[in-house]
C-alpha cells in the first residue's frame, strides 16, 4: 500500500475540523476529488469545510456538496480547521492569494491556524510537494483516481454521491475516457462505480447537457476563426475579452474548447489563449500525449500534464499566439 496514501489516511483520522479547497476555477476533477474527500472526511467522523470562491459553473452546480461551503477564510467566522487539504492543486498558488500565503507560511488567517497541518493530493507532474503530507502520482489519471483508491481502502466503496464525485473526476480529465492518459486502472474504478449503481444517463443529463444557446453560438464564432500553423499541427484560437461581455458568458462556458482544437485532422497540439484584461491573458494547451505540451507551459511559469497543461502571460493575446506557435512549433 502506498505509503503517501497511508499518511493522508492517518491525518484525516487524527483530525477535528477539516478545511478542503482546490485551484480556481475549478473543473470536473477539482472539484469532484474536493468533494469525494470532504465525504470520506465526514464519514471519518471529521467535521469538514469547503472553500468555493466562486459559484460552481453549470456543468457542475448539479453536485449537493457534503458540508457547509464558504466563500473566503473570513467566512469561517472563528471556525479553525486542524488540517487544510487541497486536491487537485499543482500548486498552492493556484489556490488564491489567501490560502498560498498560509501554505508559505507566511501569514496565518486567524489564531489557531499556525498548529494546523497541510495536506497536498493532486497528480500534476510539476507539482513542488509544497504540503506537511504530499500524495502526489502523476501517473493517474486523474486526482479522483488517488481519492477513490483511498475510499475503497478504507472500505467505503464507491457507490452513491461518492463513487458519482470519483466518476466525474475520472471523465473530466481523460476526456470522458478517450485522453492517452486514460488508464486500465482508471477504467476499472470507472467500472466499478457503474457496477455500484451509477446512472450514467443521469449523469451525462447534469454533467454534458447543460449548454446554453448563447453559448453555442460563441463556440460557433470561436471555430469559424481557429487558425492553422506549422503546416497544419498547430490549431491555434484566441478568444478576446470582449466576447464573453457581448454574449454575457463566463470564463466556465470556453471549459472544454482547447480539446476541441485537437479534433482537426493532422493537428498535434491545440493552443487555446483567453484574454482575461489588456495584457494578460490565459493560454491552454492540448496535445494527444506524443508532445509534451507541460515542457512549453513551464516556460513562462505555468505547468500541468505532458497532454495539457496551461499559463498565465502578462502580454496581448495576439503577442502570446506569436510567441507560443514558434516555441510549440520547436518542439515539433
Known sequence: MHQAMLSVEKALRQAKKVLLATHINPDGDAVGSMFALARIAVRLGVEARVLLPAPLPDFLSWLTPPCPCVRDLAALD??????????????????GQELDA???????????????????VDHHKSNPHYADVNWVEHTR????????????????????????????ALASDTGNFTYSNTSASCLAMASRIVDAGLDIARF??????????????????????????????????????RYLDEFALRKSDLEGFASWLRKIKGVRVGLFIREDAPNFCKISLRSMGDVDVQAVTVLHGGGGHASAAGAELNMAPEKAAEILVAQIAACL
Open 141 to 168: 489519471s486523474a486526482t479522483g483516481e488517488l481519492v477513490g483508491t483511498l475510499a475503497e481502502h478504507l472500505g467505503f466503496g464507491l457507490g452513491g454521491e461518492l463513487g458519482e464525485a470519483v466518476y466525474l
Open 102 to 120: 498560509f501554505f508559505a507560511g507566511s501569514k496565518y488567517p486567524a489564531q489557531g491556524w499556525e498548529q494546523a497541518r497541510t495536506l497536498n
Open 204 to 241: 451525462t443529463q447534469c454533467y454534458e447537457n447543460v449548454w446554453t444557446l448563447a453559448r453555442m453560438h460563441l463556440w460557433g464564432r470561436l471555430l469559424s476563426e481557429v487558425s492553422l500553423h506549422a503546416g497544419g499541427a498547430i490549431a491555434c484560437s484566441i478568444v478576446p475579452k
Open 78 to 95: 472563528g471556525w479553525v480547521p486542524d488540517l487544510v487539504l487541497l486536491a487537485d492543486c499543482g500548486d498552492a498558488k493556484r489556490a
